[in-house]
T-cell receptor, first 113, second 113 residues
Framework: EAGVTQFPSHSVIEKGQTVTLRCDPISGHDNLYWYRRVMGKEIKFLLHFVKESKQDESGMPNNRFLAERTGGTYSTLKVQPAELEDSGVYFC???????????FGPGTRLLVL | LAKTTQPISMDSYEGQEVNITCSHNNIATNDYITWYQQFPSQGPRFIIQGYKTKVTNEVASLFIPADRKSSTLSLPRVSLSDTAVYYCLVGVLHSGGYQKVTFGTGTKLQVIP
């Protein structure tokens, strides 16, 4: 069974540019989560999708971040415009049911210069 | 959200049993305790989850006392490949029915030959 995949693995952009991260959950997992770890800090929750609906987006830092999951399959996380403090590792996770174990992807390493 | 406290780092020789204890004094009735392992440049990987008493799988054992204010992850006969960061998480089951997991600082385990 394929795991959670994320693309790209690394991204280097300049401040003010736009970046879109993609997450493909494990097939059949309705629940998809985004997390991030910014420099030297802990991994923090961003938001949770159930199929195509946002169940909880309480962790989204500000309106420069937009997450979508059209069709309830893969998800994208867009940062526009990117700021220096957005640098970090963005993780995606999925689970079959909401209360079950979350399986994490390898992360996308974002560096904003 | 229940906060967790665990040692920042531990060293162990190959072949020894390693016990990592996590404190979660404010754990709520609906919270589960989950441990994840993370290697450099990878996403967190589920190890074990429990609610109370003892849980064992092919990788580890999890000991949870009756008051559930702490838990101990036990790794039998560690090898060099067990060198990683281990996270203790307390999952809050939200009204929407999912586990909003919160990562702490983790314990960096270094296995020595």
């Amino acid at each position: 069974e394929a795991g959670v995949t994320q693309f790209p693995s690394h991204s280097v952009i300049e401040k003010g540019q736009t970046v879109t991260l993609r997450c493909d959950p494990i097939s059949g997992h309705d629940n998809l989560y985004w997390y991030r770890r910014v420099m030297g800090k802990e991994i923090k929750f961003l938001l949770h999708f159930v199929k195509e609906s946002k169940q909880d987006e309480s962790g989204m830092p500000n309106n420069r971040f937009l997450a979508e999951r059209t069709g309830g399959t893969y998800s994208t996380l867009k940062v526009q415009p990117a700021e220096l403090e957005d640098s970090g590792v963005y993780f995606c996770a999925s689970s079959p049911r909401a209360e079950e174990t979350q399986y994490f992807g390898p992360g996308t390493r974002l560096l904003v210069l | 959200l229940a906060k967790t406290t665990q040692p920042i780092s531990m060293d162990s020789y190959e072949g020894q049993e390693v016990n990592i204890t996590c404190s979660h004094n404010n754990i709520a009735t609906n919270d589960y305790i989950t441990w994840y392992q993370q290697f450099p440049s990878q996403g967190p990987r589920f190890i074990i989850q429990g609610y109370k008493t003892k849980v064992t799988n092919e990788v580890a054992s999890l000991f949870i006392p009756a008051d559930r204010k702490s838990s101990t992850l036990s790794l039998p006969r560690v090898s060099l490949s067990d060198t990683a960061v281990y996270y203790c998480l307390v999952g809050v089951l939200h009204s929407g029915g999912y586990q909003k997991v919160t990562f702490g600082t983790g314990t960096k385990l270094q296995v020595i030959p």
